[in-house]
């Protein structure tokens, strides 16, 4: 199924929702998130400014600076889930080289990538844009519209995604191990942009 407006394509498939503008066929916008009942996600306290979050991969490991000044709730939100575990065993689903890295579904951790990109956390909050620009290792949240926030974000791999600023709220930059994004970023892929190997989140922390 898909619609045309203006020169925008909005492709509907297996769940998946790509935007596409004219006939570049680089996604602008992240995957819808899971179509049940979701909750808004409550106020939390502002976390530390200093936060770092480690993704370890099967490719090794991740350094984030969080940005917890620019975007507090959705850094503690990270936060959470990271604590939770909720992040441990997740898988990178959608790879697009020269421009990101997503990951975030609790979805995608099974063999079954056809739902890969609709999961999410239960709830949805606000969006918080800010000053910080899309450019390479900057750390975004993934939405399919204004405040749909949930669990899932994306690494920028391409030099800067302008068409993106004002869309995700960015909230965290790679300080360390942005040749682990290269490696997961130049993976093969199937015709959704999906890895045909696997590339694991196989724990996710704040350093203490």
Known sequence: MAVVIVG????????FKFFFKGSDSTPISGPAPTPTPESTLEPT??????LVAVLETNFGAIR???????????VANFEKLAGEGFYDGIKFHRVIKDFMIQTGDPKSRDDDWSDDGTGGPGYKFDDEINSQKLIRGRVAMANSGPNTNGSQFFIVTAES?????????????VIEGMDMVSKIENLPVNENNHPTKDAVMKKVYIEQ
């Open 8 to 15: 925008v394509c909005f492709l509907v498939f297996g769940g």
């Open 161 to 173: 995604a302008p068409w993106l600023d004002g869309k995700h709220t960015v909230f965290g930059e």
């Open 64 to 74: 984030i600076k969080l940005f917890g000044k620019e975007a507090p709730n959705t």
């Open 45 to 50: 306290p502002e976390p530390s400014e200093n």
